[in-house]
């Protein structure tokens, strides 16, 4: 959460967004003030892909038994 506390590289609007939504996981997984949670994904906005990737079938990955 340490960018989300400066608010580095984020505008008010966004930093709004993103304390709601913080809120709202805290809560989903009653997670208390001495945890902390390693998160690395990215968020962008991006123009649609130019090639379609391949996706094997469902049932070639997944088993249920």
């Known amino acids: 959460m340490g960018r989300l506390e400066n608010g580095s590289g984020f505008d008010a ?3 709004g967004t993103l304390t709601a939504l913080r809120a ?15 998160l690395l994904f990215r968020i962008a ?3 649609p892909p130019s ?3 391949l996706r094997r079938p469902l049932d070639d990955m997944l088993s249920f038994e």
Request: glycine letters at 8%.
């Open 13 to 15: 609007t966004e930093v």
């Open 24 to 38: 709202r996981y805290l809560k989903l997984f009653k997670l208390g003030n001495n945890v902390a949670e390693l």
């Open 45 to 47: 906005k991006a123009g």
């Open 51 to 53: 090639v379609r990737s």
